[in-house]
């Protein structure tokens, strides 16, 4: 209790902790790495690569600062998330790298479904709305996120009904392009479409022998239509996946996970199997996908997507832009004796024929495209009256440079020879 009788919960760290657990990682990494030697079909899962990341993760838990910071940063994550998801204020000023002093908040354990009766909540709206939305929320949205999401107490049920997340160590963050991956992934498992899910995988670091690409997808596809429809408490699809996956698909074609798709799928999997006891009947695909649907809608149109696409969009000018001083270069070496051809006699003329062709292509472009800024400029500078005459010739230049455009692209298509 604080001095103005204000009820705090108060973490501290234990003596000697520290060297305890580089004991313990040791050994684990010992373990990891012959399990790698003695079993190679394990390397799948990439034993020694999940002590690695636990060990990072472990020591930064050892700062509990770096906790007061997580709770901090998902604080208003979750409070995006209506109704009813809290995390408990840090009180700074007693803390430190060792003690952590944060608002007290009395409840039940997320998986106690009598006491979360008992206390007036309804479990249904536990697991729905503060559980399984406010993950796909801090996934896909924010890409941060809390990794270790068990009910023996890091998620706590308060006497409002709120869902309260506790224990801030462990937290995983995902690159926006990752996001953008696992949306898709998780759209391919909710719409069975196999081809989704495959370049999900392969946008995420899974690499798949060319090979085996038709027998993986016929693989996977009876996976989807096994346990598609289900309830979650006969497996709902997704749960099927994450206990199929593993021993089947990634053993038979020697795929490796990469740590942060593992991450993404081990939190899941807790959120559902402690959905699994709060409510039976929840079902993943009719609850949960209208949600990861707008969640795309709202990825597509966010800032860091708008971004991007303008990035990519001025790297494509700045490679066309880049085609005349690229070819002028190699037609000096060729000129100047650095490069050397050999070309048969026989094929010179067709070779002559072909350089013309793509020089008049790209004179058309650079035409076509010199009208239209010419009259975009020209538009600008207009008087605001429709009928003045720059505003005139600008509507030509435009209607110029679509007429040439579309010959052009109609001798490409109809006149043999000339693509």
Not at 153 to 161: A, K, R, Y
Not at 210 to 229: M, N, Q, T, V, W
Not at 304 to 331: C, F, G, Q
Request: glycine residues 6%; hydrophobic residues 45%.
């Amino acid at each position: 209790m604080l001095k103005d009788g204000t009820l705090v919960a108060v973490k501290v760290q234990r003596p000697h902790i520290e060297e305890v657990i580089e004991v313990d990682l040791a050994i684990l990494q010992s373990f990891a790495e012959r399990i790698e030697t003695r079993y190679p079909e394990m390397k799948i899962y990439n034993p020694t690569g999940i002590v690695r990341e636990f060990a990072i993760q472990i020591r930064r838990e050892l700062d509990f600062r770096n906790d007061g910071k997580n709770a901090d940063h998902l604080r208003p994550i979750v409070a995006e998330v209506p109704p009813h998801v809290r995390v408990p204020d840090i009180y700074w000023q007693y803390s430190g790298k060792r003690v952590l002093v944060m608002e007290y908040i009395a409840g039940v354990r997320v998986d106690d479904v009598a006491s979360i009766r008992l206390i007036g909540a309804n479990p249904r709206d536990v697991a729905n709305r503060g559980g399984t939305k406010c993950y796909i929320k801090q996934i896909l949205k924010y890409g941060f996120f809390h990794a270790d999401p068990h009910g023996g107490g890091n998620l706590l049920v308060d006497m409002e009904g709120d869902l309260v997340f506790l224990d801030f160590g462990s937290v995983a963050m995902i690159r926006p392009e990752r996001k953008e991956a696992i949306i898709t992934l998780l759209l391919g498992i909710l719409e069975d479409d196999v081809d989704e899910i495959v370049n999900s995988f392969i946008q995420l670091g899974v690499n798949i022998d060319d090979r085996y690409l038709d027998a993986f997808k016929d693989d996977l596809y009876g996976i989807l239509a096994e346990y598609s429809g289900s309830s979650i408490e006969h497996f709902d699809l997704p749960p099927g996946l994450m206990n199929q996956i593993p021993p089947g698909l990634l053993n038979r074609y020697q795929l490796q996970v990469p740590m942060n798709l593992m991450q993404v799928i081990k939190v899941i999997a807790m959120v559902l199997d402690t959905g699994k006891h709060l409510d039976p009947d929840f079902h993943f695909s009719t609850e949960v996908g209208p949600y990861i649907k707008e969640m795309e809608i709202e990825h597509l149109l966010s800032r860091d997507t708008i971004r991007y696409v303008a990035k990519e969009a001025m790297d494509l000018v700045d490679d066309v832009l880049s085609v005349p001083k690229s070819l002028n270069r190699a037609l000096t070496k060729a000129t100047d004796g650095s490069i050397n051809i050999d070309v048969a006699a026989v094929d010179v003329l067709h070779l002559s024929r072909s350089i013309d062709r793509a020089s008049n292509k790209m004179l058309v472009g650079f035409i076509v495209g010199a009208i239209v800024i010419g009259s975009s400029m020209m538009l600008f500078l207009s008087p605001p009256e429709e009928t003045s005459v720059p505003y005139h010739l600008a509507l030509f230049g435009y209607l110029s440079a679509f007429v040439i455009g579309v010959y052009s692209v109609y001798r490409v298509w109809k006149i043999p020879g000339y693509e």
